[in-house]
């Protein structure tokens, strides 16, 4: 039995040089990967009443944005920050740009360059509506934008 196989092994040696793998044919443009619409992503970074310091949650979601936005080489970034109707309009502006500060220096850490960004104090526009106060309005948002 062990003869049979001493036969067979110089034949299927030939066999698999003789088949080389095909080539591989090159690459069309539907191959290509198109590049990725930043311009929809939006993220939101809540804060506490009265706060600017970044959360671990938020924290998590500011890598988001960081990793998001290395991907996206032809966009800049606006920053926004809301506070909400619980003060005074004065001290909703700072809060709302202390915020979107905060933001911006814990982008910075991660490599984000600050010359595309854009930041937006709104304080307290958009936190009263015709239903009364929306508690929710005490956050950031960070949109990413096409570069013109």
């Known amino acids: ?9 110089p034949l299927l040696m030939v066999a698999c040089v003789s088949n080389p793998a095909p080539p591989v ?16 992503e939006t993220f939101a970074i809540y804060f506490d009443e009265g706060a600017s310091e970044l959360s671990d949650e938020s924290d998590a979601v500011v890598d988001a944005v960081s990793d998001t936005f290395a991907r996206c080489d032809l966009y800049k970034m606006e920053i926004e920050g809301h506070a909400d109707a619980s003060g ?4 909703n502006q700072a809060i709302s740009a202390a915020r979107a500060e905060a933001v911006l220096a814990a982008l910075r850490t991660r490599g984000v ?7 937006v104090a709104s ?3 958009g936190a009263v509506t015709d239903e009364g106060a929306v508690p929710i309005n005490r956050r950031t ?5 096409p570069e013109s």
């Not at 005074?88 to 001290?91: E, Q, Y």
Request: proline content about 7%; some cysteine.
């Open 88 to 91: 005074d309009a004065v001290t």
């Open 141 to 145: 948002e960070v949109r990413l934008v």
């Open 123 to 125: 304080g307290e526009k």
């Open 25 to 40: 044919a090159p690459a069309g443009p539907e191959a290509v990967a198109a590049a990725p619409d930043c311009s929809l």
């Open 113 to 119: 360059d600050a010359e595309r960004v854009h930041l």
């Open 1 to 9: 039995m062990k003869n049979q196989y001493l036969l067979f092994a």
